[in-house]
């Protein structure tokens, strides 16, 4: 039977305090002080801990997915995977792809080719799980033609020596995604690799996919998105100079520049938080420029920050989604505008706070 997704991640209004732990959680943020380096490898690179080397002597229980987002999903298989190198008395390996499958062998859609996190956000989020190490493969087109037979028997051994191999039941490997778990499963028995094929997480509307919460923040939903995630989804980017209406109209803003790959949620605007040099404040956020002053661009965002006095001009940025408010619409008048903002940002004190809160691990 598959696990079941219950409840929510974000329940408004919320102090200081639990505020600046939520954006730790949806920023992969960890308090562990632990060292982690990272070395090149046979097509690709790895991120271990203090202790850990992989090597082709070293035994693994190895999780091996896109990961993309690391959602409920991902996160049951990385606590399988832990629990089971820990039962074995060796390392947690996960095992990831850049550019993600989809992406090479164009197998999504337009919108799903939005990445939900960057490749090191990703490796953020799996060692922020408690795993020993990362591994990224570069997946390119000798990889992608790779027989699962060939990546099982040879290619993965000479990286590690894995004990147990943990995906989802849906999950591929190899040319032509010829790979299943049962398959793998029959040549593992003759490898001696245990293969597990865990079943997916769902609720009431499906399984829970990188896919589904990809269209949900197309949608504009980003709160049943967080319930997906088990935290906000956020953007990063540079702040650029603006077009100065903001300021004009006395508020605190920062227009960010994100990368068009990333997963972006439908132009409208948003509850939500603004984080940078360890800090985060509240914000109203719009996403695509506003019609009122310029076409549409969705790939960039406006945020007016509650309780911001500085300039973040050049500064990399997180900006982190809470709460769907309402859908942009051009107005009439600066006085209309003006009036719009400021009920925004009053939703924002009331449910977010009125002042910055600190976020450093």
């Given at each position: ?5 219950r409840?929510?991640?974000?329940t408004l209004?919320?102090g200081g305090r639990?505020?600046?732990?939520v954006?730790?959680?949806s920023l992969?943020m960890?308090?562990?002080k632990?060292?982690v380096?990272d070395?090149?490898?046979q097509?690709?690179h790895v991120?271990?801990r203090?202790?850990?080397?992989l090597?082709?002597?070293?035994g693994a ?10 959602h ?6 990385v606590?399988?995977?832990?629990g ?11 095992l990831?792809?850049d550019?993600l499958p ?5 197998l999504c859609?337009?919108?799903?080719r939005h990445?939900?996190?960057s490749?090191?956000?990703r490796?953020?989020?799996?060692l ?5 190490a990362?591994m ?5 087109r000798a990889?992608?033609?790779m027989?699962?037979e060939?990546?099982?028997a040879?290619a993965?051994p000479s990286l590690?020596?894995?004990?147990s191999?943990?995906?989802g039941?849906?999950?591929?490997l190899g040319r032509g995604?010829?790979?299943?778990v049962?398959?793998l ?26 896919t589904r919460?990809r ?6 939903d980003?709160?049943?998105a967080a319930?997906?995630?088990d935290?906000l989804h956020?953007?990063?980017?540079s702040?650029l100079?603006?077009r100065?209406?903001g ?9 960010v ?11 409208g605007?948003y509850?939500?938080?603004v984080?940078?040099?360890g800090?985060?404040?509240p914000?109203?956020?719009?996403v695509g420029?506003p019609p009122t002053f310029s076409?549409?661009d969705p790939?960039?965002?406006e ?5 911001f ?7 990399d940025?997180s900006v982190?989604?809470a709460s769907?408010l309402r ?14 903002v ?7 004190r009331?449910k977010l706070?009125d002042r910055g809160?600190?976020?450093t691990?």
């Open positions: 039977m598959s696990e079941e997704v409840g929510g991640f974000l209004p919320m639990e505020l600046s732990s954006v730790r959680e992969f960890s308090r562990e632990s060292v380096r070395r090149p490898v097509g690709g991120w271990e203090e202790g850990v080397t090597s082709p002597l070293v229980s190895v999780c091996i997915g896109s990961f993309d987002g690391f409920v999903g991902h996160r049951m298989l606590q399988e995977t832990m089971d190198a820990r039962k074995r008395g060796i390392a947690s390996v996960a990831t792809f550019p989809a992406e090479l062998l164009h859609g337009a919108s799903g990445r939900l996190l490749r090191e956000e490796v953020r989020a799996l922020f799980a408690g795993l020993d990362v990224v493969l570069d997946f390119d990889l992608a033609d027989g699962y060939d990546f099982l040879r993965l590690m020596a894995p004990r191999i943990h995906v039941s849906d999950f591929r995604g010829a790979g299943t049962e398959r499963s029959r040549l593992g028995r003759r490898l001696h690799i245990e293969v597990y094929g865990h079943e997916l997480v769902c609720d009431g509307h499906g399984n829970v996919s990188s919460v269209g949900l923040l197309h949608e504009g980003v709160g049943e319930r997906l995630l935290r956020f953007v990063s980017g702040v100079h603006g100065g209406e300021k004009d109209l006395g508020f605190p803003t920062a227009n520049r994100v990368d068009p790959s990333r997963c972006m949620p439908a132009e605007v509850g939500g938080l984080a940078s040099g800090l985060a404040w914000a109203a956020i719009n420029a076409g549409s790939s960039f965002l945020a007016n920050l509650v309780g006095d500085g300039d973040l001009y050049g500064a940025v982190l989604f769907w859908a942009s619409r051009r107005f009439d008048s600066i006085e209309e505008l003006e009036r719009a400021r009920a925004n940002i009053d939703w924002v009331a706070g809160v600190e976020v691990a």
